[in-house]
C-alpha cells in the first residue's frame, strides 16, 4: 500500500542557456521574442540536462518528504527512458507502474533561456500523450495525485475517478491546461470528488468564469 501514487508526465529535459539570444518586440502582437541569427548555430554558455513532468517531479518530491510514493507515467523503452526510471528509483519512487511504450519516445522538453530574461520551451509530448492503465486493481493506494494529462491520456481522468471513489481512495488535482479547456460544466462531477484542487490563480479564475461568466472572478474571496 503506497501513501500516493503519482499520475502524470514525465520527460527529458535539456536546458540551455545563451547570452546570444536578443529579445525582440514582435510587431504583430504585444508579445516578445527570444531571436536567432537565421540560418546560425548558438554555442550555449551552459548546458543542464535533468528530469521534469508533472508526474515525475511530484513523485520525487513526495519521496524526499518521506512519503511512500509510486509513479504511473508512460515512457519510451530507449535508454532516455531507462535513465528516468533509475533517476526515479534514485530518488526513492517506486517505478512498479510506469508504462514503457514500445511506440513512442519519452518526453522531450529543450528550454532556451537568456541569462537575466526568460526562457522559451520546446516540448515534445511523445509517449505522455499515450498514458494506458492495463490493470487499476493492481495499485493500492491511499492518494492518488492527478497532475496535467495530455492527448489520449486524459481518457483514464473517468477511471482512475472511478477506481478512486469505489476503493476510498482520495485524490490531489491540478489540472493541466486541456483539462481546463473543458469548462466547469464538463469537469463538475470531478471537482466534486476532488479532496484537493490545485490551480494557480488564473487557472482558478477561468474555471470559475466558465461557470458563470458573471461572478467577480477577480476578487479572491469569490474563486475561494
Partial sequence: MFDCVTVGGASRDVVFMTSKGRIIEDPRSSKKLIAFGYGSKIIPETAKFTYGGGGANSAT????????????????????????????????????????????????????????????????????????????????????????????????IPELFAYASAHNICIAWNPGSEQLELGYHDLANYIEFTDTLILNRDEAMKLVLSKDNRLEAHDVKHLF
Fill in 61 to 156: 518530491c513526495f519521496a524526499r518528504l518521506g512519503i511512500k510514493v509510486s509513479s504511473l507515467l508512460s515512457i519510451g523503452i530507449e535508454g532516455t527512458g531507462s535513465l528516468l526510471i533509475n533517476d526515479l528509483a534514485e530518488a526513492g519512487v517506486d517505478t512498479t507502474h510506469v508504462i514503457r511504450n514500445h511506440d513512442h519516445h519519452t518526453a522531450l522538453s529543450i528550454i532556451v533561456g537568456v541569462p537575466g530574461r526568460d526562457h522559451t520551451m520546446f516540448l515534445y509530448r511523445g509517449a505522455n500523450d499515450h498514458l494506458i492503465v492495463p490493470d487499476w486493481r493492481s495499485i493500492k493506494t491511499k492518494w492518488f495525485y492527478l497532475s496535467s494529462l495530455t492527448g489520449d491520456s486524459a481518457d483514464i
